[in-house]
């Protein structure tokens, strides 16, 4: 299986500030069609999670442009500038290149201060 | 809008079975894969299966090959889960999900327990 390592596990932003999470992948996330399958997920307490970002740097609809991703074949960042109150939750990053499986990350909690 | 609607989750016995049932509505049911996506209480997110949008191809995660089968029904656009030889490790909520490389809808989920 792919591993998916975040870092950090849990992150402590003050309001306004910009928080900024690391995900590696234990094999390079290219896949043989040229895409790069790196997706990023934020789940709020008692809610299903919500796709953020997707091959790396897209944003879907909604997404505020605070949200930002970057990186490329294994090492992989995002970045939330002026963090807000309602960003708080867990982000997940995840891999939909290689199967079996497609992996996730262990999460990371973000915590508005 | 894109809504997705898990049902058929409760408390099962181990060795026991169970299907789950995902109702699909707002968008074109039969042009997407379609994906299950659980996660265990407290922790983080794992894979189970994922299914063609004409069912040709199917796979699931080898935690769960040969117990678990994945199907839709594109005219009733459904999507379900057959879960069969059920162990404590499988208690978790399941959340069906639009796509696979991108999931990006998810339902609420259904939460399945495993106990005696």
Request: hydrophobic share 30%.
């Amino acid at each position: 299986d792919v591993v998916m390592t975040q870092s950090p596990l849990y992150l402590p932003v003050t309001l306004g500030q910009t928080a900024s999470i690391s995900c590696r992948s234990s094999q390079s996330l290219v896949y043989s069609d040229g895409n790069t399958y790196l997706n990023w997920f934020r789940q709020r307490p008692g809610q299903s999670p919500r796709r953020l970002i997707y091959k790396i740097s897209n944003r879907d609809s909604g997404v505020p442009d605070r949200f930002s991703g970057s990186g490329s074949g294994t090492d992989f960042t995002l970045k939330i500038s002026r963090v807000e109150a309602e960003d708080a939750g867990v982000y997940y990053c995840m891999q939909g290149t290689h199967w079996p499986p497609y992996t996730f990350g262990q999460g990371t909690k973000l915590e508005i201060k | 809008q894109v809504q997705l609607v898990e049902s058929g989750g409760g408390l099962v016995k181990p060795g026991g079975s169970l299907r789950l049932s995902c109702a699909a509505s707002g968008f074109t049911f039969s042009d997407f894969y379609m994906s299950w996506i659980r996660q265990a209480p407290g922790k983080g997110l794992e894979w189970v299966s994922y299914i063609s949008s004409s069912s040709t191809y199917r796979n699931d995660a080898d935690s769960v090959k040969g117990r678990f089968t994945i199907s839709r029904d594109n005219a009733k656009n459904s999507l379900y889960l057959q879960m069969n030889s059920l162990r404590a490790e499988d208690t978790a909520v399941y959340y069906c999900a639009r796509g696979s490389r991108e999931p990006d809808y998810w339902g609420q989920g259904t939460l399945v327990t495993v106990s005696s």
